[in-house]
């Protein structure tokens, strides 16, 4: 039976799977969801593997397992080999979507270190290396958006590696980092290389933004100030949205297509509602368009699929948003400057995470031991 998140795949939007975890992996919950509803892939984060490995005992036999072959492995190194396992499945539960639709879809990504955001040739490395580790070609490796990750998206995509680029949340950081996965594929061209398997989402973060803005809308009070409280992350998004369809008209993007170049998709991403004055499936509803894709929580899926609403509203209104992000700068509610301090908390949260999970692993001893 076709539900409303088979609708959203008619709409040409893909729905991932903000989540994954051992057990539910096991049990057939991610291939029940592909079968069912449509779910064409899967997110991971250092957040989601620090509640799914530093709770309950579903990973010991693994680990113990791992620990005997390897009894004086570093830390960070069971942990990869915990979370290759699971990418690994989750890649082999997406594979048939991936050749039903020719590598346009069907992904699971693994996340680089968050410690390494700001380092460039370590983000290059580490990328290359789990891109070997789980050697799957429906993986993309995941890189923050940080002024380091750009030129490391470019290398890596020129290596024939999947981009899937994580914690964007300003419209000039995106532009930056779409044009390096258009550079990755040019210097592989210029080697010689086919790049018509090549893919790479642009994750937008959204909620986030709302959260930070709509405690400055508060503060300030006025009524003008709060008619712009829950639309300024999706004016955002918009906004983004009408840069990617301008530049899919570019001479430099229409010479990559005619090579087989698939666009770098905007992925909507943090689209669990924060905020309970507003609906739970506001981030669903409101950005849905050709060529998107939208990674959303297991909660939030449950809620749209039991009532969300299937409109091509990514495209529309778009003078109200531009309306709207100009209304934002008059008031002087600094998007930019709201943006910018996002990634560096996006960064900070994932290395606590990171934290917390390898200090979950450390505390089970080695079996060896």
């Given at each position: 039976?076709?539900?409303?998140?088979?609708?959203?795949?008619?709409?040409?939007?893909?729905?991932?799977?903000?989540?994954?975890?051992?057990?539910?992996?096991?049990?057939?919950?991610?291939?029940?969801?592909?079968?069912?509803?449509?779910?064409?892939?899967?997110?991971?984060?250092?957040?989601?593997?620090?509640?799914?490995?530093?709770?309950?005992?579903?990973?010991?036999?693994?680990?113990?397992?791992?620990?005997?072959?390897?009894?004086?492995?570093?830390?960070?190194?069971?942990?990869?080999?915990?979370?290759?396992?699971?990418?690994?499945?989750?890649?082999?539960?997406?594979?048939?979507?991936?050749?039903?639709?020719?590598?346009?879809?069907?992904?699971?990504?693994?996340?680089?270190?968050?410690?390494?955001?700001?380092?460039?040739?370590a983000t290059i490395s580490e990328a290359a290396k789990l891109w070997g580790l789980v050697d799957k070609p429906n993986l993309m490796i995941k890189i923050p958006g940080t002024p380091a990750g750009g030129p490391a998206i470019a290398t890596s995509i020129s290596s024939g590696i999947n981009i899937n680029v994580t914690l964007l949340f300003g419209i000039e950081a995106y532009k930056t980092v779409a044009l390096a996965y258009v550079a990755g594929l040019e210097k592989r061209l210029a080697d010689g290389q086919p790049i018509d398997r090549i893919a790479s989402v642009a994750s937008f973060f959204v909620s986030r933004i709302d959260t930070a803005i709509d405690k400055k809308i508060d503060d300030l009070g006025s009524g003008e100030a709060k008619a712009l409280r829950g639309k300024i992350a999706i004016a955002n998004a918009k906004m983004a949205y009408q840069w990617y369809l301008d530049f899919l008209k570019t001479d430099r993007w229409r010479a990559l297509a005619a090579k087989g170049a698939m666009p770098q998709r905007l992925l909507w991403a943090s689209t669990g509602t924060k905020d309970p004055a507003y609906s739970d499936v506001l981030y669903l509803d409101t950005l849905i368009g050709a060529d998107t894709v939208n990674t959303?929580?297991?909660?939030?899926?449950?809620?749209?699929?039991?009532?969300?609403?299937?409109?091509?509203?990514?495209?529309?209104?778009?003078?109200?948003?531009?309306?709207?992000?100009?209304?934002?700068?008059?008031?002087?509610?600094?998007?930019?400057?709201?943006?910018?301090?996002?990634?560096?908390?996006?960064v900070a949260s994932f290395a606590k995470a990171f934290d917390a999970l390898l200090a979950s692993i450390a505390k089970k001893q080695p079996a060896a031991a």
């Open positions: 039976m076709m539900g409303l998140l088979n609708d959203l795949e008619a709409n040409g939007q893909a729905v991932w799977l903000d989540f994954v975890d051992r057990t539910f992996l096991a049990e057939g919950g991610l291939k029940k969801l592909v079968d069912e509803d449509g779910l064409s892939g899967v997110t991971s984060n250092p957040s989601i593997f620090e509640k799914a490995m530093g709770q309950g005992d579903a990973y010991d036999e693994s680990l113990a397992a791992y620990d005997r072959e390897h009894p004086d492995a570093a830390t960070i190194d069971r942990y990869e080999a915990l979370a290759i396992e699971d990418i690994k499945a989750a890649a082999d539960t997406l594979r048939p979507v991936y050749d039903r639709l020719n590598g346009k879809d069907g992904y699971v990504s693994l996340e680089v270190s968050p410690y390494i955001s700001d380092d460039t040739d959303v929580p297991p909660k939030t899926l449950d809620a749209f699929r039991d009532h969300g609403t299937v409109a091509e509203t990514l495209t529309a209104d778009i003078d109200d948003a531009k309306h709207v992000l100009a209304e934002a700068g008059r008031l002087g509610l600094d998007l930019n400057g709201v943006t910018d301090r996002l990634v560096e908390e996006g």
